[in-house]
């Protein structure tokens, strides 16, 4: 049986500001669980409905009822697997290749899905404005599907970051330079913007070249989400 308090401090994890205090978050689903127990995360402690159906080595796992995981959990309906673990120390060091940065990505699972994408297509460093949204909320890691033990996710000052870097910067927007006609380096730094206001005033100053993708279809629709264009472009940048 789970006590009372710790159901509380769980629970609690489902606000940036308790993960911060307590330096944990919570992962759920026994993929995702299993993926991120294999990983250089420390968990803190884990819990199954049935703990005999989860391949995680020698790893203890607290045996529970589907009403104590509904407690702690913040699915509507829990899927029987919840890990707490710790949250990793941060990694100051960027990988001498491409570079994706978010500047203000509002939806979680916008930037679950970036995760995952980065994770596929090997961008190793993700540099997040402060105020995008939290790589350890909930939803953002229900999305990434385990991507979150692969990719260097730093929160930094954009100005500070790109002010002192020496690698081309490529911002996108909709009057940008066609991606698909623009010859991009070996390594630099993609920037995408937040999902209504695009890249911010202050970051775009900074920005070398000014990148669109291409329209095809009628002037209907505004623009792309920022997870399906960021899909578009660390594809180019592969090719």
């Known amino acids: 049986m789970v006590v009372k308090s710790e159901l509380k401090l769980i629970k609690s994890l489902q606000q940036k500001k308790c993960r911060i205090e307590h330096g944990l978050f919570v992962i759920e689903g026994k993929k995702t669980l299993e993926e991120v127990v294999?990983?250089?995360?420390?968990?803190?402690?884990?819990?199954?409905?049935?703990?005999?159906?989860?391949?995680?080595?020698?790893?203890?796992?607290?045996?529970?009822?589907?009403?104590?995981?509904?407690?702690?959990?913040?699915?509507?309906?829990?899927?029987?697997?919840?890990?707490?673990?710790?949250?990793?120390?941060?990694?100051?060091?960027?990988?001498?290749?491409?570079?994706?940065?978010?500047?203000?990505?509002?939806?979680?699972?916008?930037?679950?899905?970036?995760?995952?994408?980065?994770?596929?297509?090997?961008?190793?460093?993700?540099?997040?404005?402060?105020?995008?949204?939290?790589?350890?909320?909930?939803?953002?890691?229900?999305?990434?599907?385990?991507?979150?033990?692969?990719?260097?996710?730093?929160?930094?000052?954009?100005?500070?970051?790109?002010?002192?870097?020496?690698?081309?910067?490529?911002?996108?927007?909709?009057?940008?330079?066609?991606v698909n006609t623009t010859t991009l380096p070996k390594k630099g730094i993609m920037i995408m913007g937040n999902e209504g206001k695009g890249v911010s005033n202050t970051v775009a100053e900074l920005c070398s070249v000014r990148l669109a993708i291409p329209q095809f279809g009628e002037k209907t629709t505004e623009s792309l989400n920022v997870a399906s264009a960021t899909a578009i472009l660390l594809h180019e940048i592969r090719k």
Not at 121 to 136: A, E, L, P, W
């Open 38 to 178: 294999k990983s250089q995360m420390r968990p803190y402690k884990l819990f199954a409905v049935d703990p005999s159906n989860l391949d995680i080595g020698g790893h203890e796992v607290t045996q529970v009822g589907a009403r104590e995981l509904s407690q702690m959990s913040s699915l509507k309906n829990p899927n029987g697997y919840l890990g707490v673990f710790y949250i990793p120390e941060k990694v100051e060091k960027i990988a001498s290749d491409w570079v994706l940065v978010l500047d203000g990505v509002q939806d979680p699972g916008n930037l679950g899905t970036i995760i995952r994408l980065c994770d596929w297509f090997g961008i190793n460093d993700i540099v997040c404005s402060n105020d995008t949204v939290d790589c350890y909320n909930p939803k953002v890691l229900q999305a990434t599907m385990g991507s979150i033990t692969r990719v260097n996710i730093q929160y930094r000052s954009l100005s500070t970051f790109l002010g002192s870097t020496e690698l081309p910067i490529y911002g996108t927007f909709m009057d940008g330079d066609n």
